[in-house]
């Protein structure tokens, strides 16, 4: 019974702590099934070197490190986790084992009453319990946010500082303390289980709020995606009711005018209404493939019924990139023009343009818009972060590429470029897809 705190409890405790924070691989009663096997293996290790080391203390931590090798040896077959977490909770085993023997018999030893006997015993295995069963709360969440993660910085540096919290609870930092010793080393042990556990926590939430914000972006992104997807189906279906109004509209002028019998206009009004519907935006031919002239038709009728005038020159041929992703670049370059030309104060137009040329398939869009202002930078109303930012970051004409974000990735994969400038007529965005 090593200082108090049996050996059964102790290498229970670390066992536990294995297996509720690590992830494991294999099926419940397989990873439970080795984890007895070795906690058995260490008491039976840990009762002979109690026995063959006369100092108590070496051989307290001796059977300690013994036990927490066979359970990392063991983690190294059951469980997911990266190396540094598992040698980290084998090293976090050490620490509390260290901890408690010396606050264990510390606490005994200031209490107003005699604490000899099963007292003593039952008090040391309750507060290792529930020791153990605190630290499995904390880090619960962040071990298993983490688990699939591989080794970083974080760890590695929590790994490094445990190690001097290790040799701190076994008193070799005493020297440091010129009064109260046993004080000063409890205080210090508690502050850094608490700077370990707030460093935990705070990474975790961090990541946590990382991953909300950029699961609400993506949301967003999708409701934006859907809402342009909505409003351009909402544009052609009313340019095909108004196609459908205009031709009920002329097979009745057709009808009154056999009745009236001037049968000899009608050849010469059919041919104005088919010059009229040629020109719906819907009904126009802008590519020879089906579904790339289906996105440039339904952008067309958005832009003739949001008043912007649109021209389109679109030729590929024979080209190595999918149907779908020029229908996605097409789609997201028509819809930022669309957006933009549609807040500009003036004659509003788009051209959009696609063609091959030697180095790969080219998308450019011409459209209404109000030019970047071009300002200076100064210190006036700049924080220190801003002007290194200035320094240090690269500064191009216009980089934003807000809309863009499936055209980008594309873009490379390809090994393209997307390049956006002013120009008197507004803004020019062009796309360049290699191949």
């Not at 108590?56 to 040896?73: D, E, G, R, W, Y």
């Not at 042990?189 to 709020?209: D, P």
């Not at 859907?226 to 205009?246: P, T």
């Not at 818009?369 to 801003?386: C, D, H, I, M, S």
Request: aromatic share 14%.
């Amino acid at each position: 019974m090593p200082n108090l705190i049996y050996f059964t409890i102790a290498f229970l405790c670390n066992a536990g702590l294995f297996l509720a924070l690590l992830e494991d691989r294999y099926r419940f009663w397989t990873t439970v099934s080795v984890t007895a096997a070795v906690y058995f293996l260490s008491l039976a290790c840990g009762g002979l070197l109690s026995h063959a080391i006369k100092d108590i203390q070496l051989a307290n931590q001796l059977s300690c490190l013994l036990n927490v090798l066979l359970l990392f040896l063991s983690s190294l077959f059951l469980s997911t986790n990266n190396f540094m977490q598992k040698l980290y909770l084998a090293l976090l085993a050490m620490c509390n084992f260290a901890f408690l023997s010396f606050f264990c018999e510390l606490l005994l030893g200031i209490m107003p009453f005699s604490t000899t006997g099963a007292f003593a015993g039952i008090f040391s295995v309750l507060l290792y319990l529930l020791f153990t069963a605190l630290l499995c709360l904390c880090l619960y969440r962040p071990y298993h946010h983490f688990s699939d993660r591989g080794v970083s910085g974080f760890i590695t540096g929590i790994f490094l500082i445990s190690i001097f919290g290790y040799f701190l609870c076994l008193g070799s930092f005493d020297f440091l303390f010129r009064t109260n010793i046993f004080a000063a080393r409890l205080l210090c042990a508690v502050l850094f289980y608490s700077a370990i556990l707030f460093a935990f926590r705070s990474l975790f939430h961090a990541a946590k709020f990382r991953e909300t914000s950029a699961e609400e972006a993506a949301r967003r992104r999708i409701l934006e995606m859907e809402s342009g997807d909505f409003a351009d189906m909402l544009a052609g279906i009313k340019e095909v009711k108004n196609a459908r109004k205009n031709g009920e509209y002329a097979l009745d002028t057709v009808k009154v005018m056999v009745l009236d019998g001037v049968s000899d206009r009608v050849p010469g009004y059919v041919d104005s209404i088919k010059a009229s519907i040629a020109q719906s935006p819907m009904l126009r031919g802008y590519n020879e493939n089906p579904y790339i002239n289906a996105v440039i038709a339904t952008k067309a009728a958005l832009c003739s019924q949001s008043g912007i005038m649109f021209e389109s020159s679109a030729f590929i041929g024979e080209t190595p990139l999918k149907t779908g992703e020029i229908c996605i670049i097409a789609n997201e370059l028509l819809t930022k023009a669309w957006l933009t030309a549609s807040h500009f104060e003036g004659e509003r137009k788009i051209h959009f343009t696609l063609f091959t040329a030697p180095e790969g398939l080219c998308f450019e869009a011409v459209y209404s818009a109000y030019p970047e202002p071009n300002e200076k930078f100064t210190l006036r109303g700049k924080n220190v972060a801003q002007v290194i930012s200035w320094f240090l970051e690269d500064r191009t004409e216009d980089q934003d590429q807000t809309g863009l974000e499936n055209t980008a990735e594309i873009v490379n994969r390809y090994s393209g470029k997307i390049s956006i400038s002013d120009s008197p007529e507004g803004k020019i965005v062009k796309v360049l897809v290699r191949y």
